[in-house]
């Protein structure tokens, strides 16, 4: 029986239709507001972000902002 190679773009949508990715943001929330310097880095992250800095940013989903960040990153 030959094996699929399942692709890393499978694996994403995988994680994010279990919940996977929700849980993992809430738990970087959580360190971000115990830790000034991490939230320090992210805020500069944030500001010089691409996919968070587009115009419409603020009507998009969730879900495509997430995907626009995903692919800022890969």
Known sequence: MARRKISKEEVVQKLKDDGDFDS???NIIRR???NEELRNNMI???KESAALNRPGVQNMKTRQLSDAIF???V
Do not use: A, G, I, P
Request: proline share 0%.
């Open 24 to 26: 993992l943001r809430v």
């Open 32 to 34: 971000l507001k115990d």
């Open 71 to 73: 692919q800022e990153v």
């Open 44 to 46: 500069s992250l944030v």
